[in-house]
């Protein structure tokens, strides 16, 4: 991880081996779990492998912590709204709606063009 030496990686799932990974920097990592050959390249380059058990003893309150997630890109989350705020209160602008099909006479007449009548 770069610019942060010294920090314990948390991730929550499962650390699986990567072969394509030639060195493993030593690290300390946090998870719920590991698979045998990852374990053993994180432990031989120096490095630990510790439970959240194991974490809420040594940083109760998550200091000196990275949480590391994967990216949130799957095809379902681009229907979702975002999260209401004083400031934007428009949760479902810019969401992908489920349409039948991407024709001339779905959801593109009245209501979504000014031409057509009106333009919410």
């Known amino acids: 991880m770069k610019n942060k030496d010294g920090k314990t990686a948390v991730i929550v799932g499962k650390i699986t081996d990567d072969v394509r990974m030639l060195e493993v920097p030593k690290l300390s990592v946090c998870a719920l779990g590991y698979t045998e050959n ?43 709204g975002h999260r209401t705020s004083v400031n934007n209160p428009h949760t479902h602008t810019h969401v992908k709606p489920f349409v039948r099909s991407k024709g001339r006479k779905f959801e593109k007449a009245r209501g979504r063009r000014k031409s057509c009548g009106f333009k919410v």
């Open 38 to 80: 990852a374990k053993k390249r994180i432990l031989a380059a120096g490095g630990e492998c510790i439970s959240f058990d194991q974490l809420a003893l040594r940083a109760p309150k998550g200091g000196n912590t990275v949480l590391l997630r994967g990216p949130m890109d799957r095809e379902a989350l681009k229907h979702f």
